[in-house]
């Protein structure tokens, strides 16, 4: 399909990212409350970026799985969000990729895909999220 419109590869990115939230939820502390998991313009978040390569940028610089998980652990404690993207979405993403989607959702984070690199579409001129009605 054209114009920026899901494929079967990403359909199967975010049933794999479903699937993960239910098994990893099985094993561990009860969930959040509603209260918790409200996102705000203010909400606390990290970007993630990772190319086709595997190659992961954590807000704008370069970054090894362990700096990610650590991010995310300190992010989980603000009940902030995880912007990933990633390079050439029309394909099977890398393994590091899908790690990332996985550290995640173990910490409970609320995940919002980005199409750009910059994060434009999901973060304003002045670093706040912006939300759909």
């Not at 494929?7 to 099985?26: E, F, H, K």
């Amino acid at each position: 399909m054209m114009g920026g419109s899901f494929n079967t590869n990403s359909t199967a990115l975010v049933v794999t990212m479903l699937l993960v939230a239910l098994v990893s939820g099985c094993n561990r502390e009860p969930a959040r409350d509603a209260h918790d998991l409200k996102v705000t313009s203010d909400s606390p978040h990290a970007t993630v970026f990772v190319d086709a390569l595997g190659e992961i940028e954590l807000n704008g610089k370069a970054a090894d799985m362990q700096a990610v998980a650590e991010a995310f652990v300190a992010l989980a404690k603000e009940h902030g969000v995880v912007l990933y993207s990633r390079e050439s979405p029309e394909r099977d993403p890398h393994p590091n990729g899908m790690q990332v989607i996985k550290l995640a959702v173990q910490n409970r984070l609320i995940i919002m895909l980005s199409k750009q690199r910059d994060f434009s579409d999901v973060v304003d001129a002045d670093g706040k999220l912006k939300l759909t009605k």
